[in-house]
């Protein structure tokens, strides 16, 4: 029998790849993008997975990749860009999964913000910027207040997220919003002020479990730079239980059921704000921090899922395993990869740090204010995530990566 998988976050394939042959289920990558899992690949032994190429934006012809694949039963769609696509072939293919509605919901930040604040779960409503030339600080003050956010409805890794204090900030979203490729829409609301964390959780049949918190250091404003993440955060246990019935609410009146979520929140000082929900694992090395952290492969519930079976996960006992933290490595500016510099050193440092890398040499580094701009992680472990994260970004701190300006 065989799992087929949509393409997949940069890193996760490989404990997929061990949850689906523990299961006794062949898997099969259909993807667009091998080299982005050229690391992931080659820590597996062959045959553990197929790769089937295929373009993954022509949806006829992942029609046909699927009908093709011998005793298909399920397929796993954990990503954002894939994931209608994937909702909507699994349910015409009569495989488990989640409603398409839901995630086309889910995958519209808008409708999301919109639909919580209806329900009461969002103080405030979103705005519609239709025409960002005209947007102007009134009508943003009028609308949602300053400091403002305009956003993709669509977006993901922090891309076509723009602060607004002041007109200097507004002249500078008319200016990069003009020649931005949108997912979506854009649309405005307030500025939530408070550290950033992200829930990691999974659902099945309405019922969800809270796998942990990760933190999210963030660069400077007016930036939305993910920097740093660390897994679990040991928030206060009345902060914990609050976010917990917060998270399932919300879940509930978005109709989210059987499926992991990664879902985005600020701690501000009136408690936990939504920012978004995201319906997979987390990205970057999230999955992987969790895998090590809770001492089990979190990967075996995307197998369960797929196959249309209560996930063990949502019993199993978790935790007894190290912290782990990992710092995203950007280049000082944009340009073409030219190298990486003091991963020899990288070894000398506590908490067994690994570098991930994410982007291959030669590779053209267009921005750096964004997720689309790290060319690797750096990730350490420590009895606690605030450990965890100073070994990280200390042993970071060894590494340079150096551009040159694109030809």
Not at 37 to 58: C, F, K, M, R, W
Request: proline share 6%.
């Amino acid at each position: 029998m065989t799992i087929a998988c949509l393409e997949m976050l940069s890193f996760g394939l490989a404990h997929l790849a061990r949850a689906a042959g523990d299961a006794g289920e062949r898997l099969v990558l259909l993807t667009g993008t091998e080299p982005l899992y050229l690391h992931e690949l080659a820590t597996l032994s062959p045959g553990s997975i197929e790769v089937v190429p295929v373009d993954t934006n022509d949806r006829q012809a992942v029609a046909a990749a699927l009908n093709a694949v011998k005793d298909l039963r399920g397929l796993i769609s954990s990503t954002d860009t894939w994931g209608v696509t994937g909702a909507e072939l699994a349910t015409e293919f009569g495989l488990p999964g989640i409603d398409p509605a839901v995630i086309r919901l889910v995958r519209d930040k808008s409708q999301v913000r919109d639909l919580l604040h209806r329900k009461g779960l969002s103080p405030f409503a979103p705005s519609l910027v239709d025409d960002v030339a005209a947007l102007d600080l009134d009508r943003l003050a009028a609308t949602v207040g300053l400091p403002a956010v305009v956003k993709d409805t669509a977006g993901t890794s922090s891309r076509n997220v723009w602060l607004v204090r002041d007109a200097e900030d507004l002249s500078r979203l008319r200016r990069e919003a003009a020649g931005a490729t949108l997912f979506g829409r854009l649309f405005a609301e307030p500025f939530l002020a408070g550290p950033v964390y992200s829930a990691e959780t999974v659902t099945w049949a309405g019922h969800t479990r809270l796998l942990g918190l990760s933190s999210r250091l963030m660069s400077p404003q007016p930036w939305f730079r993910e920097d740093v993440t660390a897994f679990p955060v040991a928030l206060p246990p009345d902060d914990v239980r609050q976010i917990e019935k917060w998270l399932g609410d919300v879940l509930t009146v978005l109709g989210y059921t059987d499926r992991f979520a990664h879902i985005e929140l600020a701690m501000t000082a009136d408690g936990p704000r939504l920012i978004e929900v995201n319906p997979r694992i987390g990205g970057a090395l999230v999955g992987e921090s969790m895998c090590r952290a809770l001492k089990i492969n979190v990967y075996e519930g995307l197998v369960d899922l797929a196959l249309g079976r209560r996930p063990r996960l949502l019993d199993a006992p978790l935790g007894g395993g190290p912290a782990v933290a990992f710092v995203l490595a950007y280049p000082d500016r944009a340009g073409e990869l030219v190298a990486v510099h003091g991963l020899d050193h990288v070894v000398r440092y506590p908490g067994r740090p690994e570098w991930y890398p994410t982007k291959a040499i030669g590779t053209d580094i267009a921005h750096v204010t964004d997720g689309s701009g790290y060319a690797g992680i750096l990730l350490a472990e420590g009895p606690t995530a605030e450990i965890a994260t100073h070994r990280a970004v200390a042993a970071a701190g060894a590494l340079r990566i150096e551009t040159r300006p694109a030809c």
